[in-house]
């Protein structure tokens, strides 16, 4: 029987060694390959407010406002809401203040289920709304639109002001999220107030 090395027997009391642990492991039977990618952590299965797909309502009520009717109500679509497609809703509304009798209105434009990035379909009512409220008559740039907190369907909304309107207090407020995109005129108002009222007008108007 041959003498071994000191070397020669150390590595192979470290191979039996190994072997002996190997097999009491089932684990250590199918080692991953060498190639395998690492998997990334997965996402959160809880979706942000924002996503999903909304639908638009004309809601009687929205945000404490009641929606107008009768003759002096808007009656036509004053904003161009961009292409329309199969399965998309329109809600076009007047909405009155608590004891409104006389007046302007707050003007609603909103579209639903919009097939392209609805940042862009709002942009689209944002101009047409501006357009429509300096009477196709701008004279100068609008101030900067500025955020402020969406409500709980998520997504952005953004208010800016209008002094260069006939009207200077007017605000424009528009959302947008995954499907949908709206936009509002408030008469006689500041940006802030615009936009709390316009948070809860969505949380009414939008499903």
Not at 66 to 93: C, F, H, I, Q, W
Not at 167 to 195: E, K, Q
Request: glycine letters at 8%; aromatic letters at 4%.
């Amino acid at each position: 029987m041959p003498i071994l090395g000191p070397r020669t027997l150390l590595a192979t009391t470290a191979l039996a060694t190994m072997l002996t642990l190997t097999a009491c492991d089932p684990a250590a039977e199918a080692p991953p390959a060498a190639s395998a990618p690492v998997s990334t952590p997965a996402r959160s299965s809880t979706s942000p407010a924002g996503s999903g797909k909304h639908t638009l309502t004309e809601a009687a009520t929205a945000g404490g406002l009641t929606k107008a009717t009768g003759a002096s109500t808007v009656s036509d679509v004053p904003v161009d809401p961009g292409e329309m497609r199969d399965g998309m809703n329109l809600v076009v509304a007047d909405y009155n203040r608590a004891g409104q009798t006389s007046g302007r209105r707050i003007l609603f434009v909103g579209v639903d289920s919009v097939p392209e990035d609805p940042n862009k379909r709002r942009e689209h009512l944002w101009r047409g709304l501006i357009d429509y409220a300096l009477q196709n008559g701008s004279t100068g740039t609008p101030t900067t639109a500025k955020p402020y907190q969406p409500g709980p369907f998520g997504g952005s909304l953004e208010c800016l002001s209008l002094p260069e309107s006939a009207n200077a207090t007017d605000v424009i407020c528009g959302w947008s999220d995954t499907t949908t995109a709206a936009v509002a005129l408030f008469p006689r108002t500041t940006p802030a107030d615009a936009a709390r009222l316009f948070a809860a007008m969505r949380a009414d108007l939008e499903h």
